[in-house]
């Protein structure tokens, strides 16, 4: 049985797979933990996971544009994860996988905790038309940014939070270390730290939740030594908060819910491969648009520094409420 998760490993290390046989594979590492769920481990490592097995089915030249699925079952971090990885589709410009992500249980049967579909495209030489989006506001730029935890500290020694509040932020997602990360100041997580400080004002109170964003910039500590690192470590990174943005944008946290995390994702990149890196600063811009049966849907986007979409992430979320007292008295 593998040991809970190392604070020295890189990620890197957490990203290594080691072959099985019949396109079979296993992390070298149990995943880690994020949030407060310990020892639920953090949803992108079983993302990162598929991204990189299917990966390594594929013939070089073949990037990845599309990766699809569903959580359905949370992973733990006291054993490795498995990936399983099959062959649909294999022809001379585009290839697809179907992954299943497992972790074996204490009687040795395997648990599948994701699967997804992964599509691939070799590029092409032309493309008719290229247009995209902006983020929806102009946000700080990061050379004038603190650092995340820097920016907490100065919110602790402002008065805005507690030591106490700060120690349970850096134990929750200090799962992402391995990324430096500068909060944009107009937006809602760098105001209530992450949603946690709940009874902070923010300056987009008078906006409807479907209008408020949060957005950072980040970039990987360490560098990837290959495109297909590159395209994992953004993955990895893709599947963080997105199921929290109700919470802080609404000033409620986990004790005002009995249940929240993805169930679904969408991922998708609009760069091939060989031109992403993680090492480069990026803008992450996060919404949430709808909230309805007791789930959520939330949107990430991935912007370079030039401010062209790099990925999209969208994901709906379970987010249900704490049962109603019954309102009867004890006689």
């Known amino acids: 049985m593998a040991k809970p998760e190392k604070q020295d490993l890189t990620l890197t290390d957490h990203l290594t797979l080691k072959s099985l046989g019949n396109d079979s594979f296993e992390t070298t590492h149990p995943p880690g933990k994020m949030a407060n769920f310990p020892p639920v481990a953090y949803g992108g490592y079983a993302l990162a996971t598929a991204c990189k097995s299917a990966y390594l089915t594929v013939p070089t030249g073949y990037h990845?544009?599309?990766?699809?699925?569903?959580?359905?079952?949370?992973?733990?971090?006291?054993?490795?994860l498995g990936a399983n990885v099959r062959t649909v589709r294999q022809t001379r410009a585009f290839a697809t996988r179907q992954v299943e992500v497992t972790q074996k249980r204490d009687d040795g049967v395997d648990r599948v905790c994701l699967i997804a579909i992964a599509d691939f495209q070799v590029k092409e030489q032309a493309s008719l038309l290229e247009y995209s989006r902006p983020p929806r506001m102009t946000y700080s730029h990061y050379e004038n940014l603190l650092a995340r935890k820097e920016a907490h500290q100065k919110h602790m020694e402002d008065g805005k939070i507690t030591q106490k509040l700060f120690d349970a932020h850096e134990n929750a997602f200090g799962g992402m270390r391995f990324?430096?990360?500068r909060q944009c100041p107009e937006?809602?997580?760098a105001q209530n730290l992450w949603g946690m400080a709940k009874?902070?004002?923010?300056?987009?109170?008078?906006?409807?939740?479907?209008?408020k964003t949060s957005a950072e910039w980040f970039r990987c500590l360490e560098p990837m030594a290959t495109p297909i690192d590159n395209m994992t470590s953004m993955t990895w990174f893709a599947d963080g908060a997105i199921s929290i943005l109700p919470l802080a944008f609404n000033h409620l946290w986990l004790e005002d819910i009995s249940a929240c995390s993805s169930l679904d994702f969408s991922l998708r990149f609009f760069k091939s491969g060989d031109e992403i890196d993680t090492c480069k600063w990026h803008l992450r811009e996060l919404t949430t648009p709808v909230a309805s049966e007791a789930r959520s849907f939330g949107e990430s986007w991935l912007f370079d520094e030039q401010g062209s979409p790099v990925a999209y992430m969208s994901q709906q979320s379970i987010l249900r409420p704490r049962p109603k007292p019954s309102g009867r008295g004890k006689l």
């Not at 009874?199 to 209008?211: C, F, K, N, V």
């Open 187 to 189: 937006a809602v997580f």
């Open 179 to 181: 990324f430096e990360q």
């Open 64 to 80: 990845l544009y599309s990766l699809q699925g569903n959580f359905l079952g949370p992973a733990t971090t006291d054993r490795p």
């Open 199 to 211: 009874y902070l004002p923010t300056t987009q109170d008078h906006l409807p939740t479907t209008s």
